[in-house]
């Protein structure tokens, strides 16, 4: 028996939605439910898949298929397709797995000819409704399926409204668009060298592989990209029996939401138009009206459409998304589907429908995505002000946001023009981290390099930040402080705004609405808090993100890097002093300086976190980063030091490596100058006792060092920081609990981490250096390539992006298995920038990890990501998309 390729409506049901996508699995279900539904079928998936086999051919079992539907729906209407005494016409939509609104392809108005459009207006009695019908046929059928601009057309139609002195195509007689449909053949003719099909089959079949072919097209591809959709399901083709909203003034067609979909408010919303067809409500040619309007023109459509849509948003147990058509006073439903919504509405839904018993509050978890969040907690442009906006580059969409501000081009002078009053943003190649200060005081952050995990990106996130990164479509010109994009010129104190969430900047300032947090918001998460075993920490570096990161359900800090600590314009001196001393003496001296800094710092982190655990990192980066590399700074930091300007720069060079990420730094910088971890680790003690004794007894340090690679190192280091915790302990007469743990970032700490368990108390994966030492990819320049290895099916996401789970996810299971054979009670996170992003975040509570740690404007999202993967692990079962 030959594989079954065609499901009619009634043999379908929602839940053969991968099989017959999504539109063809709703029209089956509202067939079987009762609704008044127009007849027709589905061509599944599966054909699609086939029909790329085949090389874009239909074959011809599935072509018989084909033909034994199209008699079933002949028989269910008495009537013959493309008939010339009552034809029976069909719309030809796509259908895929999971909503893709208005990225694939439909044709409406099928199996009309020159001959059934006149049999048409005579079973109609309406000759204007049968010409207006095949006019927009023709240029449908001859967009979707042959390629020929739609705006050839719709030329023509304005030529024709314009020479009749009218602004609605509903104010055409049939006469005016007899014209029109000979003149949309003409231009057929031109375009293709041939007539315009009058075959209803040719018509049909060449629709049938439009809409398969439509899979494949840019939108489609793109939609799919940014939506994480696999690319191998293919659509399905519904083709179902024409209804006509085009018919007069008791006739239109129209969508609704059974709730809104921008707060979720428990009210009907939509739109209609009389006497028009689908397209004419979302192509935006005509206004449309509130779908309120339609009670006092048909007050017993409205009823019945009212208890319609109160019935499948019962049955679906969900808000829905219609579209409707009325014909002479009858209503047909020609589609439902769960309905696309902001984040507030995403969340004041759930809430509402498990309040109104329909459904649970774990199937409500699991139908928030976590990304939707985002939008949640930072401000936004407003819609109308967008409209009006120019869009002069895409980058990559690296922190969520929305920023306007002066152009500027150093950090320096963002923070002077800070201090002036002036809203900044700083634009770079690719910032490091002595652009920090001018980081935090800009709005937002644009960069020409980097990706998604680059210093920028990172940073951004962590504070909150809005930040375009990568975005090639620009040139920095940072020495004569210029941006050129699409051929303009954007110079210095020029406003730009900056969309962070989809990688946009536009030119000008923008108006923005800041977020609401509604209680809905906090019974939502207090529902994830009681569902989820894996912890969520904060990545922060000073009081003000850890109190925000505490204030949006932080746990504690997973990491707290130091080095972030030292940029500050009234420390980097003293810190440059201790990087470039000749003599221990020298160093020592300059660390005294930074030791109360450092210990202030601290204590005031502690105090922003309570009772909550602090994991302190050590210092990472190379000491060239924090050191001048122009020389009019060098010759500034030689007077202050009172050296040679010549011996400065001499000291600075040999400072300077060929591949820093793999050079002096982390654990390294320990071995070499043991001096700095002491002084660091005297001050995160000592601020811990001082705030233990003012009644944080709960709190205790978690000392981390970082790029361990070997249990040797590990010893000597910790052997030097405990003889400075016993220094300390003995000066203040008194003790405090206290963990020393490692940052497994090194491939070979994860192969070895039985020995580097005996020594440290905790692991952190620090997944973004391990995903770059494991790939061989430098995180900061793989941008420039990424892109191509996720467009040719290399990699479906970026590793640094999503944890790969075959090679560095092996890696952290290596590591996680034994880590805890050495060490029962070895504690686990994770502090990468992956310790916000859901899929990896589910990776984590898979390993077993304790927690993961995130940016403070993640924790939201790593929250709801740890109670999803707990449901997901419990029930087996996946979320849909």
């Known amino acids: 028996m030959s594989e079954k390729y065609v499901y009619s409506f009634h043999e379908g049901s929602k839940e053969m939605k991968s099989l017959l996508g999504g539109k063809g699995a709703n029209l089956a279900e509202m067939t079987n439910i009762g609704l008044n539904v127009p007849p027709g079928f589905t061509i599944s998936t599966k054909a699609c898949i086939r029909f790329n086999d085949e090389k874009g051919k239909l074959w011809e079992e599935l072509i018989n298929e084909i033909n034994i539907h199209l008699k079933e729906v002949e028989v269910k209407l008495g009537k013959t397709f493309s008939d010339k005494q009552n034809p029976l016409l069909f719309s030809v939509r796509s259908g895929s797995v999971f909503s893709m609104p208005g990225m694939m392809d439909t044709v409406l108005n099928l199996g009309l000819n020159d001959d059934s459009v006149i049999g048409l ?15 927009r046929f023709i240029q449908m059928f001859s967009d979707v399926a042959m390629g020929i601009p739609k705006v050839r057309f719709e030329s023509i139609l304005e030529e024709m409204k314009e020479k009749k002195g009218v602004t609605e195509d509903t104010q055409l007689d049939a006469s005016d668009l007899k014209t029109l449909v000979e003149e949309y053949k003409k231009v057929y003719l031109e375009e293709k060298r041939e007539e315009f099909p009058q075959n209803p089959i040719t018509q049909l079949n060449l629709a049938i592989k439009a809409v398969f072919e439509s899979w494949e097209n840019p939108r489609a591809v793109i939609y799919r990209k940014i939506h994480s959709i696999p690319h191998d399901l293919g659509t ?18 129209g969508v609704a939401f059974t709730r809104s979909p921008s707060d979720g408010e428990n009210k009907l919303f939509g739109e209609f138009l009389l006497n028009a067809q689908g397209e004419d409500v979302v192509a935006g040619i005509r206004t449309p009206r509130e779908i309120s309007e ?26 829905q998304d219609i579209e409707f058509t009325i014909e002479n006073g ?48 930072h401000p936004t442009f407003k819609a109308e002000a967008l409209k009006n906006s120019e869009v002069i580059a895409k980058g990559l969409p690296a922190s969520p946001g929305a920023a306007s501000g002066k152009v500027y081009f150093h950090a320096a002078d963002v923070v002077k023009a800070k201090a002036r009053g002036e809203a900044c943003i700083l634009v770079r190649q690719e910032t490091s981290p002595e652009d920090i200060e001018g980081m935090v005081a800009a709005e937002g952050i ?3 390099r980097g990706g998604m995990t680059s210093h920028a990106a990172v940073v951004a996130r962590g504070m909150g930040k809005c930040c375009v990164a990568g975005c090639s479509e620009i040139r920095v010109d940072e020495e004569n402080k210029v941006i050129k994009a699409k051929g303009m010129v954007i110079v210095e104190g020029d406003f730009i705004s900056l969309d962070g969430s989809a990688g946009n900047v536009y030119l000008g300032k923008i108006e923005k609405v800041n977020p609401e947090m509604s209680g809905n918001f906090e019974n939502f998460m207090a529902w994830t808090d009681s569902i989820r075993t894996l912890k969520v920490r904060t990545n922060a570096d000073t009081p003000k993100d850890a109190a925000q990161a505490v204030a949006f359900g932080a746990e504690g800090i997973g990491l707290c890097r130091t080095e972030h600590m030292f940029f500050d314009e009234h420390r980097i001196p003293a810190v440059r002093r201790m990087i470039v001393s000749n003599t221990l003496e020298e160093r020592k001296k300059a660390l005294d300086e930074l030791l109360p800094i450092q210990r202030q710092d601290f204590y005031e982190i502690y105090k922003a976190m309570g009772d909550r655990p602090v994991t302190v990192r050590l210092l990472d980066p190379p000491l060239h980063e924090f050191l001048p590399s122009k020389d009019e700074d060098i010759k500034s930091l030689a007077s202050s030091m009172d050296i040679d300007f010549e011996d400065l720069k001499d000291r600075i060079e040999d400072l300077a490596e060929f591949n820093p990420m793999l050079g002096h730094r982390g654990c390294r910088l320990a071995v070499t100058y043991p001096e700095i971890y002491r002084m660091q680790t ?13 009644g944080f007894e709960g709190m205790y340090p978690e000392i981390m060092i970082p790029l361990i690679g070997d249990i040797k190192e590990l010893k000597y280091v910790k052997n030097e920081i405990e003889e400075e915790i016993k220094m300390v302990f003995e000066e203040r007469g008194q003790d405090i609990r206290y963990m020393i743990g490692t940052m497994i970032e090194v491939p070979r700490a994860c192969v070895t981490s039985d020995k580097i368990a005996e020594e440290a108390e905790f692991f952190s994966f620090g997944t973004n250096d391990l995903t770059q030492m494991g790939f061989g990819f430098s995180r900061d320049d793989s941008g420039r390539f990424l892109a191509e290895y996720e467009d040719k099916g ?14 560095i996810g092996k890696l952290m299971e290596i590591s996680v298995d034994l880590g805890r054979k050495a060490r029962k009670d070895l504690k686990l996170g994770i502090c990468g920038e992956h310790g916000g992003e859901p899929s990896s975040i589910e990776f984590c509570h898979h390993l077993g990890l304790d927690y993961v740690s995130c940016s403070p404007y993640r924790v939201p999202i790593a929250r709801l990501s740890a109670a999803q993967a707990a449901l997901k692990e419990k029930h087996n079962f996946q979320r849909d998309k």
């Open 794 to 807: 290399i990699f479906e996401k970026s590793p640094f992006e999503v944890i790969d789970r075959d090679g």
């Open 682 to 694: 005297r001050a995160i003690i000592e601020a811990a006792i001082d705030i233990k004794n003012e």
């Open 446 to 448: 644009l960069t020409a």
């Open 236 to 253: 399905a083709v519904n083709v179902q029996s024409m209804v006509f909203g085009n018919m007069g003034e008791t006739s239109g067609t």
């Open 121 to 135: 207006a005579n079973s109609t009695g309406n000759e204007r409704f049968a010409y207006d019908s095949y006019r």
């Open 330 to 377: 009858k209503l047909y439903f020609l589609q439902t589907r769960t309905g696309k919504r902001t984040a507030k509405a995403a969340i004041n839904i759930a809430v509402d429908l498990v309040e109104e018993g329909l459904i649970k509050k774990e199937e409500a978890i699991l139908r928030i995505e976590p990304e939707q969040l985002d939008h949640l907690l």
């Open 294 to 319: 339609l009670k006092g023109i048909m007050p017993d459509v409205y009823k019945e459409f009212e208890d319609a849509v109160d019935k499948l948003e019962k049955h679906y147990k969900d808000m």
